[in-house]
């Protein structure tokens, strides 16, 4: 390859020079651990300067394709997988500027294919029905109904059903947690728990932190209540990254801030323990509220279930959000919130805005969980999602384009994965679409539209033969968009 000759009008010189290595690695022509060619032996061989190869290896070097190792020159990296990707994304660099959020058609596109049997599921963060505890909740619908007929029929008013409320804060015991019943108010599903927080804690044109990239909801949410998001880097490993959040505090007007500590949506990462606590122990001394969403909190991979923030707060101002929508049955839609201070505000804006929740859902799920089984259920949850994140993750990195970057979470069922520079993930989803395919864009994870060449990517269904097609489909598309893109 020469690549002097079509530099003017293809782009970057050292780009291309990357590109060349990349491809090279990519068809196993150079191998993990393998010596790539000196930057003398490069440059007179594409015919380009030193510099030119030298700034190329450093671009590569820097996306996790090469290694320099002193007096020996530059080497594929050891740690790449087969196709030459299992590095995991770089900790997120935004801008942090408060700004209005916009949201457009994505978000319906999206939605509109989530329940769609045709298509393969690999958008929306959903669960399979073989990992669905049915029989189990079906004998614990039918028990409430017929020992309870008329609670079950009738209207459930905020705080929601007494014994529900009693099983859930018996579950904060774990984490040594003495939970009052009384401070939880139980919601349709953790969205109206974060919406009743939000509700709660903030005005019209307050400015919210948020983690970035972050749950898109969260980001509708603040749209649609006219607040302003301020997002903050955050690491694919430990989550928010305080030390930006410390800037962003002492710089402008923080009300609130909204994290998924433990295994977040979409980048997996699980704040550690100690870290929760300098974050409460930060936002209680400039008195903000922080509401954690734990949706995700019990599906660790490892023994110990990871502790909550609501663990380390001293003054009241952690409201822990969540619901089984990812654990139990979506449909059943029992969510909840610790209010702590703000549990008057909440059962107002509850009052308000929905005055009932499904009285049935609520009387089920308290007895599925008095039964005993929903431990054992998630025990076996726990190993099912944890073998199907490892089986996509190996399945992604076999196929798509060398270079990709993808997480590796210790909790959850989310991956996300970040492709070659210039990769338009949106046409990637037109042309997935097309096939039957879905995925979620890296777009609607954040308020500045960053993220477009990343995407998300749910493992919440067993692994089978269609998904199997489907990941490799991803991958042809992908390739095809990267060679268009080259
Ligand atoms: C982080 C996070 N929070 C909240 C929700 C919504 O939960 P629910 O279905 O219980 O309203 C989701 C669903 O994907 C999520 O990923």
């Given amino acids: 390859m020469t690549v002097a000759n079509s530099a003017e009008t ?17 068809k196993g022509t150079l191998k993990p651990g393998d010596r790539v060619p000196s930057l003398r032996s490069l440059s007179r061989q594409l015919r380009v300067s030193i510099s030119t190869v030298s ?13 320099v190792r002193p007096q020996s020159g530059y080497f594929v990296d050891g740690r790449l997988g087969r196709a030459g990707q299992s590095q995991v ?25 989530a329940n769609d049997p045709e298509v393969v599921p690999l958008g929306a963060a959903v669960q399979g029905i073989d990992l669905m505890p049915v029989k189990g909740l079906a004998r614990a619908t039918q028990r409430a109904i017929a020992r309870q007929p008329e609670q079950a029929l009738a209207y459930s008013f905020p705080p929601g059903d007494a014994e529900l409320r009693y099983e859930i804060a018996r579950r904060y015991v774990e984490l040594g947690l003495a939970i009052d019943p009384d401070t939880i108010v139980i919601t349709s599903g953790c969205s109206e728990a974060l919406t009743l927080s939000l509700q709660s804690v903030t005005r019209r044109g307050d400015i919210v ?3 970035s990239p972050t749950y ?14 301020v997002e903050i880097d955050t690491d694919p490993e430990t989550g928010m990254c305080l030390e930006a959040l410390e800037n962003a505090i002492d710089t402008m007007d923080i009300k609130a801030v909204v994290a998924v500590l433990n295994f977040s949506n979409p980048i997996g990462s699980l704040m550690p323990d100690d870290s929760k606590r300098r974050l409460v122990e930060m936002l209680e001394a400039a008195d903000i509220p922080l509401i954690e969403d734990d949706i995700y909190g019990d599906l660790h991979f490892s023994g110990q279930r990871p502790a909550v923030a609501q663990c380390y707060q001293q003054k009241g101002l952690v409201l822990t959000c969540s619901s ?11 969510g909840w919130v610790i209010g702590n201070h703000h549990r008057d505000d909440l059962l107002e804006w509850k009052q308000a805005t929905s005055s009932a929740t499904c009285s049935l859902s609520q009387m ?15 025990m076996r949850l726990r190993s099912a999602y944890r073998l199907q994140v490892e089986k996509m993750r190996f399945m992604l990195e076999r196929h798509l384009p060398c270079g990709t970057r993808i997480t590796s979470p210790q909790g959850g069922f989310v991956l ?43 493992c919440g269904h067993p692994w089978d033969e269609r998904i199997e097609r489907a990941v490799e489909r991803l991958g042809v598309l992908a390739h095809e968009l990267a060679s268009e893109a080259a």
């Fill in 216 to 229: 898109f909801s969260v980001l509708r949410l603040i749209e649609r209540m006219g607040l302003l998001a």
């Fill in 416 to 458: 996300w994965v970040e492709l070659p520079r210039g990769t338009d993930v949106i046409e990637l989803l037109q042309r997935a679409l097309a096939e039957k395919i879905s995925l979620t864009p890296g777009m609607m994870f954040s308020a500045t539209r960053k993220y477009r060449n990343f995407m998300r990517i749910n």
């Fill in 364 to 378: 089920a799920m308290a007895d599925y969980l008095r039964s005993g089984e929903y431990d054992r259920h998630l």
């Fill in 10 to 26: 293809t782009g970057f010189l050292y780009d291309q020079v990357s590109r060349h290595i990349l491809d090279l690695v990519e």
């Fill in 55 to 67: 700034q190329a290896y450093a671009d590569l070097q820097q996306r996790g394709v090469l290694r």
């Fill in 89 to 113: 994304p770089r900790k997120t660099s935004v801008s942090r500027q408060p700004r209005k959020v916009r949201f457009g058609e994505l978000y319906e596109q999206i939605f509109s294919v």
């Fill in 209 to 211: 932190a948020v983690e």
């Fill in 324 to 334: 089984f929508s990812k654990t139990i049955a979506s449909g059943y839609r029992v």
